[in-house]
């Protein structure tokens, strides 16, 4: 007999999930799209899979017969969200500069010990 694949794929943890959407947004951030293209080849994971991560489909999906201007205003609420990620992201990465900064000067001084 030959041993049958399993009917379900491989379960990645959220934080495995959070490092490819990371990925993908720092990639579509830094060229402006294919980000998706990029984690597929770099993750070996389907682009549809890492493309459910992004829109968040962990969550419960939205609930039939939602009012009109619902879409509108989840684009709204998400372009916020979106523009507070970009500025957080733009803050760590300026003070991991200089965190990196402060580490070389300890390792100056530490050398002249």
Same mark, same amino acid.
């Given at each position: 007999?030959?041993?049958?694949? @399993? $009917?379900?794929?491989? =379960?990645?943890? %959220?934080?495995?999930?959070? /490092?490819?959407?990371? !990925?993908?947004?720092?990639?579509?951030? &830094?060229?402006? +799209? *294919?980000?998706?293209? &990029?984690?597929?080849? /770099? !993750?070996?994971? @389907?682009?549809?899979?890492? #493309? #459910?991560?992004?829109? *968040?489909?962990? #969550? %419960?999906?939205? $609930?039939? *017969? +939602?009012?009109? *201007?619902?879409?509108?205003?989840? @684009?709204? @609420?998400? $372009? /916020?969200?979106?523009?507070?990620?970009?500025?957080?992201? =733009?803050?760590?990465?300026? =003070? =991991?500069?200089?965190? #990196? &900064?402060?580490? &070389?000067? !300890?390792?100056?001084?530490?050398?002249?010990?």
């Amino acid at each position: 007999m030959s041993a049958k694949k @399993s $009917a379900k794929g491989k =379960r990645y943890t %959220p934080e495995e999930k959070q /490092k490819v959407v990371d !990925f993908v947004q720092e990639a579509n951030q &830094a060229k402006g +799209r *294919g980000g998706v293209a &990029a984690a597929v080849k /770099k !993750f070996g994971i @389907s682009a549809l899979t890492i #493309s #459910s991560w992004i829109k *968040g489909s962990g #969550s %419960p999906a939205p $609930a039939k *017969g +939602r009012k009109a *201007g619902g879409a509108e205003a989840g @684009s709204a @609420s998400r $372009a /916020k969200l979106l523009d507070k990620l970009g500025s957080l992201d =733009r803050e760590i990465a300026k =003070r =991991r500069k200089e965190l #990196s &900064a402060l580490e &070389a000067t !300890f390792q100056k001084l530490k050398a002249q010990l």
